[in-house]
């Protein structure tokens, strides 16, 4: 559906939107272990919520971590995202997308899909993720 932001109809972004690629450059740079990139798209408050929101991880050194630590141990065979929405408010905007991965874990093999959600906020022209949630699918 297509409306005004007033209309109080929800619109899908068509891809052309200068955020359409910003969750897979994101994702390109864990996965090809380019753990510092990371800091052109994380801002230095994010928080991460694990999936099932027990465990939080704030700031960005913690998330930079996290990503490292994860890439450490693992090999990703598969990742593949589709169905992204991006839902654009002023300074604020949403990327909501689906993702399957598989992937071993300390010689583990592990399959998983799910929904992620990422809200960027906007500062000085330059758009950075300060929250990230994985929700399963």
């Known amino acids: 559906m297509i409306g005004s932001p007033d209309s109080g109809l929800l ?9 359409s690629g910003f969750a897979a450059d994101m994702d390109r740079c864990w996965q090809e ?28 050194e913690a998330a930079i971590g996290s990503y490292r630590e994860f890439m450490s141990r693992s090999a990703v065979t598969l990742y593949e995202t589709s169905d992204t929405v991006i839902t654009e408010r002023g300074d604020t905007a949403i990327i909501e997308y689906s993702w399957v991965m598989d992937w071993t ?33």
């Open 11 to 19: 619109s899908r972004r068509p891809m052309t939107s200068p955020l």
């Open 105 to 137: 874990d300390e010689g583990t093999a592990h399959q998983a899909e799910g929904r992620e959600i990422l809200v960027l906020g906007r500062s000085g022209g330059e758009w950075k993720a300060v929250w990230r949630k994985q929700l399963a699918g």
């Open 33 to 60: 272990r380019r753990f510092d990139d990371l800091r052109n798209y994380l801002d230095e408050n994010i928080v991460i919520v694990a999936p099932g929101g027990g465990a939080r991880t704030a700031g960005i």
